[in-house]
């Protein structure tokens, strides 16, 4: 599961002793909610459903996909299932080359999700060897489901818009920068990552 509210709250407060911004910031808009999603593959099929649609559009397919090949939709299934089959649910061909490539992974017991390596730069290797799971995709899964405590997706724009904002820095810092900044928030850095999510709408600040 993914990281607790207690534990935010503590990764957060560790970095507020050395941060004075982050501590304003902290204190302007409050703790975020926890982030939290099912470890598995599930989870890793519905981020290949979800890429590119909306939050509707997906929960469509998906339901379609459960209709045709039952609850969480089995890895044994989804690879038996037809091409046509899979389009009429909402999967276009890339989709179902990405979600064959997680089942055939999963099925062959090449991609283990109960055994992920414990370093994250390992475990993220393994989980890029799915066609259609890139390192940002990765790095969610890793912090959302597995509650990692150090996982810092300094590539997505949320991230580096609400690191900004709590920073007050003038521009958005790149993906580059936005690394960089939060190297003294180690091993903290998965909860600053939910709290700049928390931060890149948030009107108090």
Known sequence: ?????????????????????????????????????????????????????????????????????????????????????LRACGLSRQKQGYARSLCELVVSGELDLDALPADDEEAIAELVRIKGIGRWSAEIYLLFAEGRPDIWPAGDLAVQVGLGKLLGLAERPSEKETRALAEDWRPHRGAAAIFTWHCYNNPAL
Do not use: C
């Open 1 to 85: 599961m993914g990281l607790t509210a207690q534990a935010i709250r503590a990764g957060l407060d560790h970095i507020a002793a050395r941060s004075p911004a982050m501590a304003r910031a902290i204190e302007r808009v409050g703790y975020p909610e926890p982030r939290i999603r099912s470890t598995g593959y599930a989870t890793l099929l519905r981020t290949i459903v979800g890429q590119q649609v909306s939050v509707a559009a997906a929960a469509s397919v998906w339901n379609k996909l459960e209709a045709l090949l039952g609850e969480d939709i089995p890895p044994h299934d989804l690879l038996a299932a037809d091409f046509d089959s």
